[in-house]
């Protein structure tokens, strides 16, 4: 038995270069016009809004905001990833609707404070699978600026001091629902 051999039978969750690459090189909304769609509209809705209109805070909120179309191909990749069981894909598929629909806890067409429960919920959401899933999965997945843990982590703890507590606990009550 070689080295490597040992490797996989101490982690499972090893992961082979030539796997890292292709996760890396997905292209997730490549094939659907609709999901590029929505990534991109999302993304110029809160640049032209703080560019016009916010604050310092406003624009600091916005910085955290951009990084949500990141969260969101994320959790795609995480949806279709071999690693991920079926029931926290299934729980991601429930983050991923939440995501696409209209119905939201604060509506998305109040300027920026309307993603903002967007938001917490997948970062929320992606700490509870993360607590239960190798952090690996995640890292290979993600292909936002920075650390992911240390962004997840960083908006976690200013949702928690900013977001108001009733929005706070009905995304935290969704989140336990569907988990």
């Known amino acids: 038995m070689n080295q490597q051999d040992n490797e996989e039978i101490v982690n499972p969750q090893v992961v082979p270069e030539e796997q890292k ?5 997905k ?10 769609k929505f990534y991109e509209d999302l993304r110029t809705k809160v640049r032209k809004w703080t560019t016009s209109r916010a604050g310092h805070h406003g624009g600091k909120m916005a910085e955290y905001l951009f990084i949500l179309p990141d969260l969101f191909i994320l959790v795609c990749r995480l949806a279709v990833d071999s690693r991920v069981p ?5 729980f991601i598929g429930a983050i991923i609707t939440y995501l696409i629909l209209p119905l939201d806890i604060i509506p998305d067409f109040i300027p920026i404070i309307g993603y903002l429960d967007d938001l917490v919920l997948v970062v929320l959401g992606l700490n509870q699978i993360f607590n239960e899933l190798d952090k690996q999965i995640l890292i290979d997945n993600w292909s936002g600026e920075g650390n992911v843990l240390d962004v997840l982590q960083t908006i ?3 949702a928690e001091r900013f977001v108001d507590k009733n929005v706070l606990q009905k995304i935290k009550h969704w989140i336990s629902r569907k988990s």
């Open 156 to 158: 976690s703890a200013q």
């Open 86 to 90: 079926v029931k926290k894909k299934l």
């Open 27 to 36: 292209e997730i909304f490549a094939d659907d016009q609709r999901k590029l």
């Open 21 to 25: 690459q292709q996760i890396s090189e």
